[in-house]
């Protein structure tokens, strides 16, 4: 993008395709009959189907691959304006603000999305990483720990500026559950990396520091949003246009706390020899279920945001944060049809939701690059 003022929370573009390449994924793992281990392109059997259901899966691996690469190009994209705002002095001002801060967490949620999209989509079209998949655990622990050092150091950092400066309550937003969201991206990895790996070693290390990352996460998460309901409840009124996307960004907190607990009990059934099938239900169900009232709830509470702002001809940098609810909310749910009840209403549902989380994609996409000059349009934009 050329756009002439960078923020980190640019990166939730890229981190909101990389999620959307997740629930087709998903909904093939889940749903769609086929051997051990995660679905592979030969799985599906092409040659076999009839010309319906050819369409239809054909549809599936097209989102796939489309969404792929614009997660890469996006990704690439932002790390190198990343690279130059860190070098700006602007970077010290921001990164001192507990108020502001919390945005640095965008590129590393999106960087260890970039992991999950290896391991899932990219895996599925490519035959030889998905024949020998265990071959690439230890590179992607290595690489996993490598990300989980700076996360924890950048996470204790802001920590300990929050603690020292202060700052004014009233002024926080849900966009403050960036720090438990990227932790918990961060801990769906490894305990993905321990549930898979079928060295022991390499899933007990893995294992281990998820239950670092994923019990910091999961303290941060509530009480932060103790925090923020308490505020909320104090003032009047929804507050500005800004802050309101992110009023939804509970349901990927809740989504990825909940899969990480889910391959958790994979990892404790391989290597401990555990039975947790009533675990399982309890987990996926208890979240999809939460997850569907507090949806309903925030829609409800945006729908005069919906009319006045998000389908007005403007953009700001945090409507890219409506993409993440509903993918985890997508995803989740061929969780559910799969471990929970096989009905039609589960799947159609992650069919609609993901249809809808594309149109809202797209659309913010193509205000962003008006905003950025690329295309032609009148459009207000996020100064």
Same mark, same amino acid.
């Given at each position: ?45 092409? %040659? ?113 500026? =929050? ?63 103790? =925090? ?19 009023? @939804? ?26 039975? @947790?099938?009533?675990?399982? @239900? ?6 999809? %279920? ?94």
């Amino acid at each position: 993008m050329k756009d002439k003022k960078f923020s980190p929370l640019m990166f939730l573009a890229s981190l909101g395709a990389g999620g959307i390449t997740i629930i087709p994924f998903a909904l093939l793992q889940y749903t769609f009959p086929h051997g051990k281990g995660l679905v592979k392109i030969a799985d599906i059997g092409h %040659a076999n189907l009839p010309l319906l259901k050819n369409l239809f899966f054909y549809s599936l691996e097209g989102v796939m691959l489309f969404f792929t690469l614009l997660h890469i190009v996006l990704s690439v994209i932002f790390f190198k304006k990343l690279i130059g705002f860190i070098k700006n002095t602007e970077y010290k001002n921001f990164i001192n603000d507990p108020l502001k801060n919390s945005a640095i967490m965008a590129p590393f949620i999106s960087i260890v999305m970039t992991m999950n999209v290896m391991i899932g989509p990219i895996r599925f079209f490519i035959p030889e990483i998905a024949a020998n998949l265990q071959t690439f655990m230890l590179p992607a622990l290595i690489f996993w720990i490598f990300l989980f050092i700076l996360h924890i150091r950048m996470e204790i950092k802001l920590l300990k500026i =929050s603690f020292e400066k202060g700052f004014d309550v009233d002024k926080i937003s849900f966009g403050w559950l960036l720090h438990p969201f990227a932790l918990a991206m961060l801990t769906v990895t490894g305990t993905g990396i321990a549930a898979m790996a079928t060295s022991a070693s390499i899933a007990h290390t893995a294992a281990f520091l998820s239950f670092i990352s994923g019990s910091m996460g999961m303290f941060l998460f509530v009480v932060k949003t103790i =925090s923020i309901f308490k505020k909320h409840f104090n003032t009047e009124g929804l507050g500005d246009k800004q802050f309101l996307p992110s009023f @939804l960004i509970v349901i990927p907190n809740v989504t990825l706390y909940a899969i990480s607990a889910f391959r958790i009990g994979h990892y404790l059934e391989r290597h401990h020899g555990f039975h @947790l099938d009533s675990y399982f @239900l309890f987990v996926i169900v208890g979240a999809f %279920a939460f997850e569907t009232w507090y949806l309903l709830f925030g829609i409800t509470l945006l729908k005069d945001y919906f009319k006045r702002h998000h389908f007005n001809k403007e953009f700001f940098v945090s409507q890219w944060g409506l993409i993440c609810p509903f993918v985890a909310y997508s995803v989740l749910g061929s969780f559910v049809y799969s471990v929970f009840l096989p009905s039609p209403i589960f799947y159609y549902t992650v069919l609609f939701v993901m249809i809808v989380t594309i149109v809202f994609y797209l659309d913010l996409l193509l205000r962003n690059m008006r905003c950025a000059g690329i295309i032609k349009g009148k459009i207000e934009c996020d100064k």
